[in-house]
T-cell receptor, first 114, second 114 residues
Framework: AQSVTQLDSQVPVFEEAPVELRCNYS??????LFWYVQYPNQGLQLLLK??????LVESINGFEAEFNKSQTSFHLRKPSVHISDTAEYFC????????????FGGGTRVLVKP | EAQVTQNPRYLITVTGKKLTVTCSQN?????MSWYRQDPGLGLRQIYY???????DKGDVPEGYKVSRKEKRNFPLILESPSPNQTSLYFC?????????????FGPGTRLTVL
């Protein structure tokens, strides 16, 4: 079975500063990797995903994540955050061979301060 | 507008009183799923359905039931709720092959069992 660990439960950061959210996974088979974002009082939305190909993936709002197979990591970064990036971020994996199951990490709450 | 809807959004009930949380999607998705979100644990899958009349247990199915009589609806039933089922519940849907496709989430149902 696969598992996901998000190493930081909360990350306070000042506006316009960079942020990195760490995600490590374990799986005995190949996986797809996702980051979902949950804004206050809303459901989750897909931020970006890695399926194959280039190990660096980007979102439309300036986030990027890099798949590192040797370190089994998929860390999320943004070079300059905005107040509107305040949210909870979830890393998730799914196994290529098995259905639609997503396994989520515990989440990282990002609080952007002015 | 493509969306997943859940009702009710908030519910306070008492131990043992049967309740149903409805979920509906208008995207003609084959796959639907229920998750519960608890602090520090991320989202855990309760039940999922690959298509009409096809349902299966997720990681935490105890105390829950589901049905999939129509493609668009996937209600979650708690026959005899207990306080440990106090949680935030999300319904999600995706196309077949949702392990690499985006899952679309509803806005959530916050349930308190006294």
């Amino acid at each position: 079975a696969q598992s996901v660990t998000q190493l930081d439960s909360q990350v306070p950061v000042f506006e316009e500063a960079p942020v990195e959210l760490r995600c490590n996974y374990s799986s005995s088979v190949s996986v797809y990797l996702f980051w979902y974002v949950q804004y206050p009082n809303q459901g989750l939305q897909l931020l970006l995903k890695y399926l194959s190909g280039s190990t660096l993936v980007e979102s439309i709002n300036g986030f990027e994540a890099e798949f590192n197979k040797s370190q089994t990591s998929f860390h999320l970064r943004k070079p300059s955050v905005h107040i509107s990036d305040t949210a909870e971020y979830f890393c998730a994996v799914s196994v290529k061979a098995a259905g639609n199951k997503l396994t989520f990490g515990g989440g990282t709450r990002v609080l952007v301060k002015p | 507008e493509a969306q997943v809807t859940q009702n009710p959004r908030y519910l306070i009930t008492v131990t043992g009183k049967k309740l149903t949380v409805t979920c509906s999607q208008n995207m003609n998705h084959e796959y639907m799923s229920w998750y519960r979100q608890d602090p520090g644990l991320g989202l855990r899958q309760i039940y999922y359905s690959m298509n009409v009349e096809v349902t299966d247990k997720g990681d935490v199915p105890e105390g829950y039931k589901v049905s999939r009589k129509e493609k668009r609806n996937f209600p979650l039933i708690l026959e005899s709720p207990s306080p440990n089922q106090t949680s935030l519940y999300f319904c999600a849907s995706s196309t077949r092959g949702g392990n690499y496709n985006e899952q679309f989430f509803g806005p959530g149902t916050r349930l308190t069992v006294l």
